[in-house]
C-alpha cells in the first residue's frame, strides 16, 4: 500500500505552492531528445475546488471531432509553435484550452518528458492556478474539463499496472471520473503525486501506454 510520507495536502495555499515548488527545484528531471518526434507540453494545473479549498488538478476530455486521440482524457497542452518553449506552450494551450489564463511566475517547475508511442515529446509544466473561478473550455478541441482533488492520486489503487502481449512494459492507468485514465496522462499524473506532493524521485518513463493511443 502507497503511503505518502506525510499529509501534504489540505488547502491550496501558499505552503503547498511552495512545499510543491521546492520538491520540483530539487528534482533532477529527464530531458528526453526529440530525435524525429515532435515536441510538445502539457499544462499539470493546480487550481482550487469549486465548493472550497480543497486542491484539485485539471484534466480534460478531448472533442471527439479531433483528428488526433479524440475522446481521450488528457491534460491541457499540444505541440511547441516555432520559436515556443515548453513552459510559453503550456501556458497558451492552457488559456486557448479552458480558458486559464497564468503568469510565468505561477509556474512551479517541470516534471520529466515522456516519449509518446504516437510520436511526441512531452514536457509537463506544473502550474500553481490558484483561485478559478469558472472554466471555458474550446468546444473545437475540449468536450469537457473537470477539477479532480490531489487526493485521488493517494488512493491505494494508485497506480493500477498492467500487463499487454504487446508490450514488456507495464501500462499504467489511474481509476478517476468513473473510468481508468492512462498514460501518457496517468504517467504524469503518478509523477506529480510521487515527486511534486511526495519529493520523490520516481521515474514513469517506462510505463506503457494502452495500444489504442499508440496511433
Request: proline content about 8%; some cysteine; glycine content about 8%.
Amino acid at each position: 500500500m502507497s503511503v505518502p510520507p506525510e499529509n501534504l495536502l489540505g488547502r491550496l495555499d501558499d505552503a503547498l505552492r511552495e512545499r510543491i515548488r521546492q520538491n520540483l527545484d530539487d528534482f533532477e528531471r529527464v530531458v528526453v531528445e526529440p530525435e524525429g518526434r515532435r515536441a510538445a507540453a502539457v499544462a499539470v494545473t493546480l487550481v482550487d475546488h469549486e465548493k472550497g479549498d480543497d486542491p484539485c488538478f485539471l484534466i480534460t476530455r478531448r472533442a471527439t471531432t479531433l483528428r488526433n486521440h479524440g475522446g481521450q482524457w488528457a491534460l491541457p497542452g499540444g505541440r511547441l509553435d516555432p520559436g515556443e518553449t515548453a513552459v510559453d506552450a503550456a501556458r497558451r494551450e492552457l488559456h486557448e484550452e479552458v480558458g486559464v489564463e497564468c503568469g510565468p511566475e505561477q509556474v512551479v517547475g517541470l516534471l520529466d518528458d515522456y516519449a509518446t508511442r504516437s510520436g511526441f515529446v512531452i514536457t509537463p509544466v506544473v502550474v500553481f492556478a490558484g483561485r478559478v473561478e469558472a472554466l471555458a473550455p474550446d468546444p473545437s478541441e475540449v468536450a469537457a474539463a473537470y477539477r479532480v482533488p490531489l487526493t485521488v492520486l493517494e488512493a491505494d489503487d494508485v497506480p493500477h499496472l498492467r500487463r499487454i502481449p504487446e508490450s514488456n512494459q507495464p501500462v499504467i492507468s489511474i481509476p478517476m471520473l468513473g473510468t481508468h485514465i492512462h498514460a501518457p496522462t496517468a504517467a504524469i499524473l503518478f509523477q506529480l503525486r510521487e515527486v511534486a506532493l511526495w519529493g520523490r524521485g520516481t521515474r514513469v518513463g517506462h510505463f506503457e501506454q494502452p495500444v489504442f493511443a499508440w496511433r
